[in-house]
């Protein structure tokens, strides 16, 4: 693996390039074990999504300066979870990075609640669940209307009419402030200006789902092999895993695609491969 990760690195930075090139990113962390010799870290597995393709990086630290220095210089919208780190990044970052929420949080936060307090929390439940209802009408748009504009048109007149409607539930609700449904209501209204930048953005997505779901292959793999037994192992893992959900989000069989990263390395030294499906957008762009 060491060895096979060394024709895999210079493509692995090429995936993270490519995804700078977006307007629109989602980034999210999870914990991830370094077991060196006398002792186990706690360390992050940072995850970053955009233009159909994934890059991970695994650091000791969940600060907003390993956030930053992740981000580089990125310019555009970072869709996260509001973990202060992305505040702090965002500053760090010499590019200009505007933060959006994520409703899938959210929701997470009113589930938590049902069990305390099920009629409030169905009923902020319902109309996020709206929300959503939207989003699935806003992928597929009439005959001869671009999507952008479907979905901005869409969320105008309808999410907007939503989403005031449930800030008016929220203000009117009298609740314990520890309580599962208070912290919910209070998690919500705290983000609330990033959480309906959406509606007047079309390119934003709704939560940052996209990026959560490219994780998982990471943390399911974790729970077999529990981490990392070296500094170099974290590297190795970022790298492969990079490779593979990438692969995986452009419906192409990851062995088939390591493979074409490998021989082409092999046969000419530091050549980015992307995915076919990446290659045909350069190409079509090229034209």
């Known amino acids: 693996l060491d060895a096979l990760a060394d024709h895999v690195e210079t493509t692995y930075l090429g995936i993270k390039h ?28 940072w995850a970053i999504r955009g233009r159909g393709a994934m890059w991970f990086a ?5 600060s907003g300066e390993t956030a930053a220095e992740l981000l580089e210089s990125y310019s555009g919208w970072l869709i996260t979870d509001g973990c202060p780190s992305y505040d702090k990044a965002a500053r760090l970052v010499p590019g200009e ?13 009113f589930v938590d609640a049902e069990s305390n ?3 409030r929390a169905e009923a902020a439940l ?8 939207v989003e699935k ?4 748009p009439d005959e001869g209307i671009a999507l952008m504009d479907w979905r901005r048109d869409l969320r105008e007149t309808e999410s907007k009419s939503i989403l005031k409607e449930l800030k008016t539930w929220a203000f009117n609700q009298r609740v314990l402030p520890k309580s599962a449904i208070g912290k919910a209501i209070a998690y919500m209204m705290e983000r609330w200006e990033r959480l309906e930048l959406y509606i007047e953005h079309p390119e934003l997505w709704i939560d940052n789902n996209p990026t959560e779901r490219g994780i998982r292959g990471p943390v399911v793999g974790r729970k077999n092999h529990y981490g990392s037994r070296s500094r170099r192992g974290t590297e190795v893992a970022a790298q492969l895993y990079t490779i593979f959900e990438t692969a995986k989000i452009c ?16 046969r000419s030294p530091n050549t980015v491969t992307l995915p076919a499906p ?10």
């Open 97 to 109: 990075v505007r933060l959006s929420g994520c409703w899938a949080h959210v929701r997470r936060k």
């Open 18 to 45: 490519w995804i700078f090139g977006a307007d629109v990113v989602g980034m999210d962390e999870t914990t991830w074990r370094l077991m060196e010799t006398g002792a186990t870290k706690k360390w992050q597995m």
């Open 137 to 140: 009408k806003a992928r597929d």
């Open 58 to 62: 695994l650091r000791d630290s969940r």
């Open 126 to 133: 319902n109309l996020i669940g709206k929300l959503y209802d």
């Open 278 to 287: 990446i290659e045909a957008v350069l190409s079509s762009l090229d034209d």
């Open 251 to 266: 419906g192409v069989d990851p062995r088939e695609y390591l493979k074409r990263v490998v021989m082409n390395d092999i």
């Open 117 to 119: 307090d099920p009629e």
